[in-house]
């Protein structure tokens, strides 16, 4: 894959990131969260380690709105999921990477026909 | 450290079930974890949670307030401090949104802050105090005090030999009349006299109504009653709902309970009725109105460029103006209204039986006044003019959320029509 062609927070679509390698993944410059329907995770990229500074292995499989992502366990975010069967949308927010409050954008993804659904992360 | 402990240590805060916060004076937020975000956020938008008395200046603008009157350079500044962000709630009938902020000094200039979301002790509490009165009542009747029986309408349909040891009525003077000929009219917080219909409805709707205050005994003679109004359980029929009203013979209560009365009911710096309070009043006013079929009116009024005036005189100049305000606005509520500070710079007088257009004039008033007034500060001497919103109950779809939001409306409209003027239409 081409530098060009590389997909890019705004324009990547659900399904790419359900057909995309590890590899792939973890080259993006933007965080990737995946949540299965029950919210635990079992997709957490490498830029989302570098942002976060978590370990994956203290992520995933762990239920994510009650552990590491509880800022976004309001109606801003996890509400949203539980609302809206399909969803593609940006949302301004405000991320504690590192204890330190951080500016970013998210990128919502769901949709009825995957089952995983996608929180984007671009600082 | 080493790394895994770094990491553990991260994983550990990011997981933490509580809100933890480090800020400096002026409320920039240095650390924070998700917790505290998560709290922060819905209060004050992606725009506003850098700066935590911003973040919540909306629900809880005494905060500051205890910081900057905090002089010790280490120490508790606050414990416990509860703050309520559900004004204008959907389900009325829902539990309260209750957060608990903790604020503790460090060192000069280093403070923490925690937050906590205790919602669901705060029901518990107040399930508890119904739970408390309830037995309270069953032991008074063990206990043999004034029982009245009365019916929906206030109506006198039997009384033990206890309430004439106690009043001096007879039985047989009082079973058929109103509880009213008997009765003074309840005064709450030394305000707002309550009619036996008020508080029959507050009876009904909560289940019991407690209150204090001077009564008359047939001789004459004052003494003063706590009473409690009780529905009874066992009405199968809403028109054969029966009441009890225990009245108890009790020495004066001294200073104490009012003081606490006043610092639980009136906002830190204004002395306006806090937004909590103004939450209940308004509650309970709507229903009260609504089932009299009375109107009841609310103005909004927030005061013009009143970021420009603290960032140019200071936060004490600022605390100031809001006093002088809060002080014309005390003085202008008639006699059922409620002057409220519901944060920040933004004020509410409440009008119960007031149409929208005796409010309004009432507003323009109030308008005028504050536009007339000036502060001193060193060297001169600054003026405000604030921005009005009036609604009435009868615009509404029954609910005070659609009140406050049409007179917030219209005070958005007064801001983007040019500021210090009333939008009533």
């Known amino acids: 894959m081409s530098a060009a062609s590389q997909p890019t927070f705004e324009t990547v679509q659900l399904i790419e990131l359900e057909q995309m390698t ?18 635990r995770a079992d997709v957490y990229n490498a830029a989302e380690q570098r942002l976060s500074g978590i370990d994956p292995a203290l992520v995933i499989d762990a239920p994510f709105f009650s552990t590491i992502g509880q800022c976004m366990n309001n109606f801003m975010v996890a509400q949203r999921f539980e609302d809206e069967p399909d969803l593609d949308e940006i949302v301004p927010f405000v991320l504690t990477l590192r204890m330190r409050p951080t500016r970013v954008r998210l990128r919502l993804l769901q949709s009825r026909d995957v089952a995983r659904r996608y929180v984007l992360v671009e600082r | 450290m080493a790394i895994s402990d770094d990491n553990e240590l991260l994983g550990f805060m990011y997981a933490c079930p509580f809100g933890l916060i480090e800020l400096d004076e002026t409320g920039h937020i240095g650390m924070i974890n998700p917790n505290a975000m998560k709290h922060l956020l819905p209060l004050a938008g992606a725009d506003g949670v850098e700066n935590f008395f911003l973040a919540t200046e909306k629900h809880a603008p005494e905060l500051r307030n205890f910081v900057e009157g905090f002089a010790a350079d280490f120490g508790t500044i606050c414990d416990g401090h509860r703050i309520f962000v559900d004004l204008g709630r959907r389900n009325v009938g829902g539990d309260p949104r209750v957060l608990s902020c903790t604020l503790v000094k460090r060192a000069p200039n280093q403070l923490i802050a925690t937050l906590s979301d205790i919602s669901a002790q705060v029901s518990q509490e107040y399930r508890l105090r119904q739970a408390d009165t309830w037995f309270s009542a069953l032991i008074d009747e063990i206990n043999d005090h004034a029982l009245l029986t009365v019916d929906l309408n206030g109506i006198v349909l039997a009384a033990n030999t206890s309430f004439t040891r106690q009043t001096g009525y007879e039985a047989a003077d009082v079973i058929g009349g109103s509880v009213e ?44 009653c706590q009473r409690l109004l009780v529905a009874r359980a066992e009405a199968e029929d809403e028109d054969d709902r029966a009441f009890s009203l225990v009245l108890r013979d009790v020495p004066k209560p001294g200073g104490k309970p009012d003081d606490l009365v006043e610092l639980l009911t009136r906002d830190y710096l204004t002395g306006a009725t806090n937004r909590m309070q103004f939450q209940k009043t308004l509650e309970r006013e709507r229903v009260r109105c609504t089932s009299q079929g009375r109107p009841m009116s609310l103005i909004i009024l927030d005061l013009d460029d009143f970021k420009a005036l603290n960032d140019a005189h200071g936060h004490p100049t600022g605390d100031a103006v809001l006093k002088r305000v809060a002080r014309l606005g005390l003085e202008h509520a008639p006699e ?21 257009t005796e409010t309004t004039e009432m507003a323009e008033t109030l308008r005028q006044r504050i536009a007339g007034m000036t502060v001193a500060v060193p060297g001169a001497r600054i003026a405000v003019t604030a921005s009005f919103g009036c609604a009435e109950m009868g615009e509404t779809d029954g609910s005070s959320d659609d009140l406050i939001a049409i007179a917030d409306r219209r005070l958005y409209e007064a801001k983007h029509g040019g500021r210090d003027r009333v939008v009533a239409s």
């Open chain 2, 181 to 224: 000929a008997i009765l003074s009219r309840a005064q709450s917080m030394g305000q707002t006299p309550l009619s036996i219909t008020d508080q029959l409805a507050l009876a009904t709707r909560n289940g019991w109504h407690l209150f204090e205050g001077w009564e008359t005994r047939a001789d004459g003679q004052r003494y003063w």
């Open chain 1, 22 to 39: 590890h590899e792939a993944c973890d080259a993006l410059d933007f965080g990737v969260i995946g949540l299965r329907p029950d919210t």
């Open chain 2, 336 to 356: 059922r209204g409620v002057f409220a500070r519901l944060g920040g710079e933004e004020f509410a007088l409440l009008v119960p039986d007031c149409s929208l």
